[in-house]
């Protein structure tokens, strides 16, 4: 267990619909990382925040927001979804934004569109 | 541009040899290179990291050597077993906007 958590689970939607998946970071952890996993695809970095601002940025879709509360939580907003949209969402955290910190993933969410 | 190239794509060894995972790096800025490992269904979780400071990193059956001038960095495991069948991933970091990309990953099969 890394101490990242992300809600749901899994998630089942059709096209065009907009969803929410959250994730909570590592006790102690300013930063958080998402990035996307496609069937048999590497780790797409999608975006980044620090302590509640956006750092560093991915090919994250137009579609597709993030945000970084005060309290350290995040959550990553998927709208007017398409197919090609299903994948496995990933968080992660380390405690600075350096990219030489190991990052801690999350167990994920598994997005299916239909 | 930014690229983090990885090969093999996949990978069988017969348990008990040898694998060697390879990825070239385009930011000559880069000095932090670490390896991800992903179990069937599981989150990666990092495995062993290199500095650019040091050329090569042990620990136990798995290895990691960087060569800076050439830009490339490779993952060794001696002695596989069954357990080291997963999907593998190196990263290097693009320090003009401090995140880091990840190689497509190597799906590494012992056999028995």
């Known amino acids: 267990d890394s101490g990242v958590t992300q809600t749901p689970k899994h998630l089942i939607t059709a096209t065009g619909q907009r969803v929410t998946l959250r994730c909570s970071p590592r006790s102690g952890d300013l930063s958080v990382y998402w990035y996307q996993q496609s069937l048999d695809q590497g780790l797409q970095f999608l975006i980044q925040?620090?302590?509640?601002?956006?750092?560093a940025k991915g090919n994250i879709l137009e579609r597709f927001s993030a945000q970084q509360f005060p309290d350290l939580h995040s959550e990553l907003n998927l709208s007017s979804l398409e197919l090609g949209d299903s994948a496995l969402y990933f968080c992660?955290?380390?405690?600075?934004?350096?990219?030489?910190?190991?990052?801690?993933f999350g167990p994920g969410t598994r997005l299916t569109v239909l | 541009g930014e690229n983090v190239e990885q090969h093999p794509s996949t990978l069988s060894v017969q348990e008990g040899d040898s694998a060697v995972i390879k990825c070239t790096y385009s930011?000559?800025?880069?000095?932090?290179f670490p390896w991800y490992k992903q179990e069937l269904g599981k989150r990666p979780q990092l495995i062993i990291d290199i500095r650019s400071n040091v050329g090569e990193k042990k620990d136990q059956r798995i290895a990691v050597t960087l060569n800076k001038t050439a830009k490339h960095f490779s993952l060794h495991i001696t002695e596989t077993q069954p357990e080291d069948s997963a999907v593998y991933f190196c990263?290097?970091?693009?320090?003009?906007?401090?995140?880091?990309?990840f190689g497509k990953g190597t799906r590494l099969h012992i056999l028995p």
């Open positions: 925040y620090y302590n509640g601002e956006e750092r």
């Open positions: 930011d000559s800025a880069s000095n932090y």
């Open positions: 990263a290097a970091p693009l320090w003009r906007d401090d995140k880091i990309i």
């Open positions: 992660a955290s380390s405690v600075a934004p350096g990219s030489y910190n190991e990052q801690f």
